[in-house]
Structure formats: structure tokens, C-alpha cells
């Protein structure tokens, strides 16, 4: 009998002893915050156990640890979209990691932007917009849809086709941009672009974007290639090598917009059409917040209306005459118009 009460006191006694020497450690961070908020985070430990010390980063950038094992973070400055807060915790001779995701939002809601028609020009029906663009008068366009793709040069107060290139029937075009001497041009799902000499439009080569997985818009700021993959990312290309080497992803105050699709940058500002929708977001480069929408209800209505009419898609800017120019796949019409702020 006393035999078998010592063991039962053992048996209790390394339970306890197991129980008191698991740690369960909490990372302490809010969901998500907008960007004029500080983010707080901590780490503790269920049952108070002791904490040798701990290393806290937010996207491998390491933070400083106060004694009582928190931190506060000024995010003004920072991307909107995802971020990833990592703990190392050391104890006991022993560490664990500890991982969570923080949304950043924008600080404020986007301004709201009603437009007025300045001028109408022809547009081909035929032409499914992908992506446009505007250097000394003339339009540039991307069309899409397999069998139908092409790179076109057009006269813009005309319409008139003046130089094109059709692609191979496999590929669906997609985006396209000048840089330098060259265009670039996306396909959608085949994981490739294509490089064209800007004034004879003669292939030059191809390209292939990873990370972004597929094709939609394509624009620039004069240093990078900035594109859109249908996601709310906007991702940032080496124009050289055409790697992917950053992004940002568009958020307002309250979540964030995916399907992003033709774009146009305008003084330090991404405009995108957004996919199955009938309005522009104005993207501050930087840090992907949406600081204004435009809405464009009522374009479409003024086209011809077909079989084939598709959504608003296409924006180009000219920067000698500060114009900005709409169209849609298959509209029969291209608008100049002007953005005006709501009140």
C-alpha cells in the first residue's frame, strides 16, 4: 500500500511539474489598424511562466523590445495590405516562433469624383481595350481576346487604324506600355509579355512575370513597369530585366479592391480601372492607398450599343496637353474628359 501511494505521488507530481513547464505563448496584435493608428504588440505567456527575452519584427524588419516585452510602431509611412509580425521567444534554454497578420489601411475614405465630357472622338467596336496610351497625338492600344489580339497605333481624333501587329491566336492580350524605345505587352494566363520596337512594332523579345501569376494592366512612371495581375496588387518590374522586385496593394479605409485592371500613372498617382466596374481608382504609388474613385456611370449608355459592348476599360493621359482620355472593350466611342471632385 505505501508502495503504490509513492507512485501515485509521483505520477501526480510529474503531471504537475509537466503541466507547469508547457508554455503557451500569445503574440498580442490588432487584425488590422488604419495607418494614422499605432500599432501595439506584446507577448505573453498563458499561465505567466517566465520569459527570458524575446525579438519582435515586422516583415523581417526588426522592432525594439521593451523590458516588459512590448512595442508600438508608427505605420504612417508604411504599404498598405498584409504584413507579417514574427516573434522569437526565447525560454528556458529553449526558443519558438510566433507568426501573425496585420492589415494596414488607408488613414481616410476616397474622395468621390463625378466627370464631364469634354470631347468625343471614334473608337473601333471591334477593338476589345485593353490597354492605352497617348505620345505625340497619336493613341497606342492593346486589344484582347484570343484570335482577335493586337498592338495598334490610331489616329486619335479619327479612329483609324495606322499601324498594327496581330498576335499569335494562343495568346490574349492584355496591357501595354512605352518605355524608352520599346513597348510591353502582357497576355493574360500564358505567363508572358512581349517586347516590341516602339516605331516599327517588330518583336524584339518576351519576357515572363512569376509572383504576379497573370496578365491585366501595364503601365509606367519613367523608372519602373508597374502592373496589375486582377488581384489588388499592383506590382513594380525592373523595365531591364522585367523581374518583379516590389508591390503594393490597394486598400481604403475599410478593405481592399481586387480586380485591377488598365492602368495609367499621372503624377505620382496609379489610375485602374477596376474589372466589371464602371469607375477609375486614383492609387497613391507609394503606399497603395485608394485616395480617390471616379465614377463613370453613364459612359457606357452613350456608345452604340451591340451584341459585343463590353465594360469600361482603357485610360490615357496626355502630359503636353493634360488630357485624360476613356474608352471601353468594344465601345464605339474614346471620351476626353475631366475629373471633377465631389463636394
Given at each position: 500500500?505505501?508502495?503504490k501511494?509513492?507512485l501515485?505521488?509521483?505520477?501526480v507530481?510529474?503531471?504537475l511539474?509537466s503541466?507547469?513547464?508547457?508554455?503557451?505563448?500569445?503574440?498580442n496584435?490588432?487584425?488590422?489598424?488604419k495607418?494614422n493608428?499605432l500599432?501595439?504588440?506584446s507577448?505573453?505567456?498563458k499561465?505567466?511562466?517566465p520569459?527570458d527575452?524575446?525579438?519582435?519584427?515586422?516583415?523581417?524588419k526588426?522592432?525594439?523590445?521593451?523590458?516588459?516585452?512590448?512595442?508600438?510602431?508608427?505605420?504612417n509611412?508604411?504599404?498598405?495590405?498584409?504584413h507579417?509580425?514574427?516573434?522569437?521567444?526565447?525560454y528556458?534554454?529553449?526558443t519558438?516562433?510566433i507568426?501573425?497578420?496585420?492589415?494596414?489601411?488607408?488613414?481616410s475614405?476616397p474622395?468621390i469624383?463625378?466627370?464631364?465630357?469634354?470631347?468625343?472622338?471614334?473608337?473601333?467596336?471591334?477593338?476589345?481595350t485593353?490597354?492605352l496610351?497617348?505620345h505625340?497625338?497619336?493613341l497606342?492600344?492593346?486589344?484582347?481576346?484570343?484570335?482577335r489580339?493586337?498592338l495598334?497605333?490610331?489616329?486619335l481624333?479619327?479612329?483609324?487604324?495606322?499601324?498594327?501587329?496581330?498576335?499569335?491566336?494562343?495568346?490574349?492580350g492584355?496591357?501595354?506600355?512605352r518605355?524608352?524605345?520599346?513597348?510591353?505587352?502582357?497576355?493574360?494566363?500564358?505567363?508572358i509579355?512581349?517586347?516590341?520596337d516602339f516605331n516599327?512594332?517588330?518583336e524584339k523579345g518576351t519576357?515572363?512575370?512569376?509572383?504576379?501569376l497573370?496578365?491585366w494592366?501595364l503601365?509606367?512612371?519613367?523608372?519602373k513597369?508597374?502592373?496589375?495581375?486582377?488581384?489588388e496588387?499592383?506590382?513594380?518590374?525592373?523595365?531591364?530585366?522585367q523581374?518583379e522586385?516590389?508591390?503594393?496593394e490597394?486598400y481604403?479605409?475599410?478593405?481592399?479592391?481586387?480586380?485591377?485592371?488598365?492602368?495609367?500613372?499621372i503624377?505620382g498617382k496609379?489610375?485602374?480601372?477596376?474589372y466589371?466596374?464602371?469607375s477609375?481608382?486614383?492609387?497613391?504609388?507609394?503606399?497603395?492607398?485608394?485616395?480617390?474613385?471616379?465614377?463613370?456611370n453613364?459612359?457606357?449608355?452613350?456608345v452604340e450599343?451591340?451584341?459585343?459592348?463590353?465594360?469600361?476599360?482603357?485610360?490615357?493621359?496626355?502630359k503636353?496637353?493634360?488630357k485624360?482620355?476613356?474608352?471601353?472593350?468594344?465601345w464605339?466611342?474614346?471620351?476626353?474628359?475631366?475629373?471633377?471632385?465631389?463636394?
Amino acid at each position: 500500500m505505501r508502495f503504490k501511494n509513492c507512485l501515485v505521488i509521483v505520477i501526480v507530481s510529474v503531471i504537475l511539474f509537466s503541466c507547469k513547464t508547457e508554455y503557451k505563448f500569445n503574440l498580442n496584435t490588432p487584425k488590422k489598424l488604419k495607418t494614422n493608428e499605432l500599432l501595439s504588440i506584446s507577448v505573453t505567456e498563458k499561465n505567466n511562466q517566465p520569459i527570458d527575452s524575446v525579438q519582435i519584427s515586422i516583415d523581417k524588419k526588426k522592432l525594439t523590445v521593451n523590458d516588459d516585452l512590448t512595442t508600438t510602431l508608427d505605420i504612417n509611412d508604411y504599404k498598405l495590405g498584409r504584413h507579417t509580425i514574427t516573434s522569437l521567444i526565447f525560454y528556458t534554454n529553449k526558443t519558438k516562433k510566433i507568426t501573425k497578420t496585420v492589415y494596414f489601411l488607408a488613414d481616410s475614405e476616397p474622395a468621390i469624383y463625378d466627370y464631364k465630357i469634354v470631347n468625343t472622338y471614334p473608337h473601333d467596336k471591334n477593338a476589345y481595350t485593353q490597354g492605352l496610351e497617348i505620345h505625340d497625338g497619336f493613341l497606342y492600344e492593346s486589344t484582347g481576346q484570343n484570335g482577335r489580339s493586337s498592338l495598334r497605333k490610331v489616329n486619335l481624333k479619327t479612329g483609324e487604324v495606322l499601324q498594327k501587329t496581330d498576335l499569335d491566336n494562343q495568346y490574349f492580350g492584355e496591357g501595354m506600355t512605352r518605355f524608352g524605345d520599346n513597348i510591353f505587352m502582357l497576355t493574360w494566363r500564358k505567363g508572358i509579355g512581349f517586347i516590341y520596337d516602339f516605331n516599327t512594332f517588330e518583336e524584339k523579345g518576351t519576357f515572363k512575370y512569376k509572383n504576379s501569376l497573370e496578365g491585366w494592366g501595364l503601365t509606367n512612371n519613367g523608372e519602373k513597369l508597374i502592373k496589375t495581375d486582377g488581384t489588388e496588387r499592383i506590382w513594380f518590374l525592373n523595365p531591364e530585366t522585367q523581374a518583379e522586385v516590389s508591390f503594393i496593394e490597394a486598400y481604403t479605409n475599410k478593405r481592399k479592391v481586387e480586380k485591377l485592371n488598365e492602368l495609367e500613372y499621372i503624377d505620382g498617382k496609379i489610375y485602374a480601372n477596376v474589372y466589371q466596374q464602371n469607375s477609375i481608382l486614383i492609387v497613391d504609388a507609394k503606399t497603395g492607398k485608394i485616395d480617390g474613385v471616379a465614377n463613370l456611370n453613364g459612359l457606357k449608355d452613350k456608345v452604340e450599343q451591340h451584341s459585343q459592348l463590353d465594360v469600361l476599360n482603357g485610360i490615357a493621359y496626355d502630359k503636353a496637353t493634360n488630357k485624360l482620355y476613356v474608352t471601353g472593350k468594344n465601345w464605339s466611342k474614346l471620351f476626353e474628359i475631366e475629373l471633377v471632385k465631389r463636394k
